[in-house]
């Protein structure tokens, strides 16, 4: 096993070639900075009627509650932006990233090459791969990736994509 900067390297580099817009890798951690903020806005009631994220906090903070022994979070970005509009103008709006087929299936499909080459070319691991369908705080995730920051939307902001992307995750138990 190389170190785990030229893993780094090689990961994102397969991760732009499988079509990814940018690839980032952050330690495993308890978000320290992330988690006051979630506790006050769940506590404020800005969550409305999305009880689900009253569940699992601990989980939300910390990628070891979710993979044991996790130690990297590796972050892509996957484009949605469509020059396609909307042909009815009077037809209610639908968002851009509906116009395509399902991302959750996109992204995921990619992500499991991803996850397969890194047990191929980085060394045996054990991981879970992650596309907004866990208790996982991507946009921090992105954030301490590299890949962008939050802006005051709440979304990841990434100086060349801006927001036009969706975020998928791979908690894995390499050092990377």
Do not use: C
């Not at 506790?39 to 009627?49: E, T, V």
């Not at 996957?78 to 399902?102: C, L, M, V, W």
């Amino acid at each position: 096993m190389e170190n785990p900067q030229e893993n780094s390297r090689k990961i994102k580099q397969k991760a732009l070639e499988l079509g990814f817009l940018q690839a980032g890798i952050a330690r495993a951690d308890h978000l320290a900075d992330d988690a006051p903020r979630l506790r006050r806005w769940l506590d404020m009631g800005y969550h409305g009627s999305m009880g689900y994220m009253e569940k699992h906090f601990e989980k939300r903070v910390d990628p070891r509650e979710l993979v044991e022994g996790a130690r990297s979070v590796v972050v892509v970005l996957q484009n949605y932006f469509t020059r396609e509009k909307q042909h009815d103008e009077s037809a209610p709006r639908i968002s851009k990233y509906a116009y395509g087929k399902d991302y959750h299936h996109i992204v995921r499909k990619k992500l499991h090459s991803l996850y397969a080459y890194m047990g191929e070319h980085i060394g045996a691991h054990t991981g879970r791969i992650f596309v907004d369908s866990a208790p996982v705080l991507e946009r921090a995730w992105g954030r301490l990736a590299g890949l962008g920051w939050i802006g005051k939307h709440s979304l990841l902001l990434n100086r060349k994509y801006g927001s036009w992307f969706f975020i998928g995750v791979i908690i894995t138990d390499l050092e990377l």
